[in-house]
């Protein structure tokens, strides 16, 4: 299974944009690139996903590496609701089993 | 929107004793998942269902943890002979066919004492 490699924690000051990388260097052709968030004793929540294309909806843009070895989610005006774990993932084509990594802890400010 | 329920929220027990979680996904989607997710770490995969078929079973999932989903609409993850190990929060998910989104339960948090 396609690993990722997360940073432990992030903080950033609301109101701030908020980049959260993910190395997923053994990423293969087929793999979607994921990301999920849960909040504080919540389960995890959909976020964005892509393949190749960056991409964009009403939570987070999705930026790709042009050789998809990399993406960065970007929340684009951190708000203190944004505090949660952010968790990037590999998903490939037809397969239906998540495996999360550990996430990055993202802290927000006041 | 209902969304996806679990019950108990909350299930304290002790050692060598069964226990059974119930799920209720989201109406009208025909997946559904189970995870676990100890302090500190993502969820891991268990086990998945395609309406009442177990398509895939994790290594996890050792012969004490079964799970069904009769009439492929609610499902049961049933723990016998309980280990302290076991202790962590379970969840459950749902997806349709159509989309790879997985919408999550807040799960059942299980102490094992």
Not at chain 1, 50 to 70: P, Q, W
Not at chain 2, 68 to 92: H, N, V
Request: charged fraction near 20%; charge should be positive.
């Amino acid at each position: 299974d396609a690993k990722t490699t997360q940073p432990n924690s992030m903080e950033s000051n609301e109101e701030e944009p908020v980049h959260l990388p993910c190395n997923h260097s053994t990423i293969s052709g087929t793999d979607y690139i994921h990301w999920y968030r849960q909040l504080p004793s919540q389960g995890p929540e959909y976020v964005i996903h892509g393949l190749t294309s960056n991409v964009n909806n009403r939570m987070a843009s999705l930026a790709i590496a042009e050789d998809r070895k990399s993406s960065t989610l970007i929340l684009h005006r951190a708000t203190l609701r944004d505090a949660a774990v952010y968790y990037c993932i590999l998903l490939r084509y037809n397969f239906n089993k998540f495996y999360f990594g550990s996430g990055t802890k993202l802290n927000v400010k006041p | 929107d209902t969304g996806v329920s679990q019950d108990p929220r909350h299930k304290i027990t002790k050692r060598g004793q069964n226990v059974t979680f119930r799920c209720d996904p989201i109406s009208e989607h025909n997946r559904l998942y189970w995870y676990r997710q100890t302090l500190g770490q993502g969820p891991e995969f268990l086990t998945y269902f395609q309406n009442e078929a177990q398509l895939e079973k994790s290594r996890l999932l050792s012969d004490r943890f079964s799970a069904e989903r009769p009439k492929g609409s609610f499902s049961t993850l049933e723990i016998q002979r309980t280990e302290q190990g076991d202790s962590a929060m379970y969840l459950c998910a749902s997806s349709t066919g159509r989309s790879y989104e997985q919408y999550f339960g807040p799960g059942t948090r299980l102490t094992v004492t």
